[in-house]
């Protein structure tokens, strides 16, 4: 991935030179197929399908659309509205600030690393969401994808519903967290949430907290309840700080639950089970899942790089 590197073609660095690039178009809508750098897009952006835009230190004074098969490479960016990302689009986008809503929609996914994300963020059939150093000023919703935030910060609401599944490390909630049905579990380490926690529903492996099975996976803070209900998965939930209710009820795997500090009602001495044996451990689930994301979004972020600076100057 580019990690803030972003290889300018020639023709690119002459338009760094001008410091502005016309718009193909004189409509309030350019289109963007290439590579460019310190200019200002005057109305909305939109990256044609199949096509590759790669932009640095460039503000966007309008909304931004990725067409399906599309990508679009964001490095310290300002989007002065929406981000729109369709069928198999992708979005990279590293430290840059988008004001409006982050809408993904069967999407093949967005990667986002030291950004601010100023309103909703909202995945639905999409393949995932990766936020890395991220702040996120309102709600974060997925369904039916995987989420994956690392050393965040969500002022709102975080919910997923049928994500493959939701992992989430070192990242601070200001309000709900939610993770209904999914398929893999998730897992919670190092963070803080300010509201409820709900797991329900998930299956294969809910770790929160705890030293094992996944080894680096410290403490959690819950301001309100956190409940564990009707789960499949094996749930590993220790040495977390609950300020609410802890509920752990009508799970069917192996429920460990022990070294909570709890001041509300809890019930999950009476649910907890022995821990069985497995083949293989739940810890190689975790960290390959979370590889095999960042390797994806990596894989589509370098195909994007080289289609857009093949392209040539984006704007002409």
């Not at 193909?24 to 590759?52: E, I, N, R």
Request: charge should be negative; glycine fraction near 12%.
């Amino acid at each position: 991935m580019r990690y803030r590197k972003i290889a300018l073609t020639a023709a690119a660095a002459g338009l760094m030179a001008v410091g502005f690039a016309a718009p193909s178009q004189a409509a309030l809508t350019t289109f963007c197929d290439g590579v460019a750098a310190d200019v200002t897009v005057p109305g909305d952006l939109v990256v044609a399908a199949g096509k590759s835009c790669e932009l640095t230190n460039v503000v966007i004074n309008g909304n931004v659309t990725v067409r399906a098969d599309a990508n679009l490479l964001l490095d310290g960016a300002t989007v002065n509205g929406n981000v729109r990302v369709l069928a198999n689009g992708f979005a990279d986008v590293v430290g840059t600030s988008v004001t409006g809503t982050t809408v993904l929609t069967a999407a093949y996914g967005a990667y986002t690393e030291d950004s601010t994300l100023g309103n909703n963020v909202t995945a639905t059939d999409s393949g995932f969401f990766y936020s890395v150093g991220s702040d996120h000023a309102r709600n974060v919703t997925s369904t039916n994808g995987e989420t994956f935030i690392e050393s965040g910060w969500v002022t709102r609401n975080l919910a997923t519903t049928g994500d493959t599944l939701t992992d989430v490390y070192d990242t601070v909630i200001e309000g709900t967290y939610s993770v209904t049905g999914a398929e893999q579990g998730g897992v919670l380490c190092l963070s803080e949430v300010d509201g409820d926690a709900t797991f329900s529903g998930n299956g294969e492996i809910l770790q929160i907290g705890a030293s094992a099975p996944l080894t680096g996976c410290g403490y959690n803070a819950f301001g309100g309840n956190l409940s564990i209900t009707d789960n499949s998965a094996d749930v590993y939930v220790s040495d977390n700080v609950v300020r609410g209710d802890f509920n752990v009820s009508g799970n069917t795997g192996t429920v460990v639950a022990e070294n909570n500090r709890v001041r509300g009602e809890d019930n999950s001495a009476a649910a907890a089970s022995a821990p069985l044996a497995r083949s293989a451990t739940p810890s190689d689930v975790a960290v390959d899942r979370k590889a095999q994301a960042k390797a994806d979004a990596e894989a589509r972020s370098d195909v994007a790089s080289d289609a857009a600076e093949a392209a040539g100057p984006a704007f002409s």
